[in-house]
C-alpha cells in the first residue's frame, strides 16, 4: 500500500535515447509534481498538475513531457536523452493546497 | 535566484544532543516546511509553519520563524542515531499553486 511509488528505480542509458518515467499516487491527491536533485542534493520543481491540467511548468526544455492520463497519474517523459540530465527524480503528491507533498522514492537517471 | 540557503551544510554531533539547522529565503511565503531525506530515499514531510506563526512543536521538533529576517530554524532535540539524514527547508509561494522552493539542504550525522 505505497502512497506515491516510481518505476523504475534505476535507470541506465545512452544518449540520444527516450525513456519514460512512471509515477502514481493512491492518496486521492488532486496535485502531482516532478522534481529533479542533482548530484549536490539540490531539488527543483520541474512540473505540477492539478486534476489532469498542468499548473506549474518551471523552465524546463522541451525534452521533458509530462502526461498525466489521470489525477492518480504523472509520467514523465524525456527525449534526446542529454549527459546533464542524469539525476534523481521525484515524483510528489498533495492536496490542491500543497501544504504537505508526499515524496516517491526517485528514480536515479544516468546517462552515459 | 529564488533558492534558499541552509547553514550549516553539514552537521556532526553525538546521540542525546541538540541539533539547530538554519535555513534563509529571499522572497514571501504562505508557509514554510522542513523535510527529511534518508539517503537514497525520498523526502518526507515533518513540520509546516505558516507566515502568520512564529513557532511550532512536533515531538522532538521545534521550528521557529522570522518573517522579518526571512529566516527560519529547525531544532532537533535529545538526538538519536536514526535522525541522521538531510534536512530541507522549502518554501510555499503566495500564489498558493503548491509550488515549493527547497533549500539547500544540512547533512546532519547523529554519532551513536
Known amino acids: 500500500d505505497t502512497a506515491v511509488s516510481q518505476t523504475p528505480k534505476y535507470l541506465v542509458t545512452q544518449m540520444g535515447n527516450d525513456k519514460s518515467i512512471k509515477c502514481e499516487q493512491n492518496l486521492g491527491h488532486d496535485t502531482m509534481y516532478w522534481y529533479k536533485q542533482d548530484s549536490k542534493k539540490f531539488l527543483k520543481i520541474m512540473f505540477s498538475?492539478?486534476?489532469?491540467?498542468?499548473?506549474i511548468n518551471e523552465t524546463v526544455p522541451n525534452r521533458f513531457s509530462p502526461k498525466s492520463p489521470d489525477k492518480a497519474h504523472l509520467n514523465l517523459h524525456i527525449n534526446s536523452l542529454e549527459l546533464g540530465d542524469s539525476a534523481v527524480y521525484f515524483c510528489?503528491?498533495?492536496?490542491?493546497?500543497?501544504?504537505?507533498?508526499?515524496f516517491g522514492p526517485g528514480t536515479r537517471l544516468t546517462v552515459l | 535566484s529564488q533558492q534558499g540557503e541552509e547553514d550549516p551544510q553539514a552537521l556532526s554531533i553525538q546521540e542525546g544532543e541538540n541539533a539547530t539547522m538554519n535555513c534563509s529565503y529571499k522572497t514571501s511565503i504562505n508557509n514554510l516546511q522542513w523535510y527529511r531525506q534518508n539517503s537514497g530515499r525520498g523526502l518526507v514531510h515533518l513540520i509546516l509553519i505558516r507566515s502568520n506563526e512564529r513557532e511550532k512543536h512536533s515531538g522532538r521538533l521545534r521550528v521557529t520563524l522570522d518573517t522579518s529576517k526571512k529566516s527560519s530554524s529547525l531544532l532537533i532535540t535529545a538526538s538519536r542515531a536514526a535522525d541522521t539524514a538531510s534536512y530541507f527547508c522549502a518554501t510555499g509561494t503566495p500564489s498558493n499553486t503548491g509550488k515549493l522552493i527547497f533549500g539547500q539542504g544540512t547533512t546532519l550525522q547523529v554519532k551513536p
Open positions: 498538475y492539478n486534476n489532469k491540467e498542468l499548473i
Open positions: 510528489a503528491s498533495s492536496n490542491i493546497h500543497g501544504n504537505e507533498q508526499f
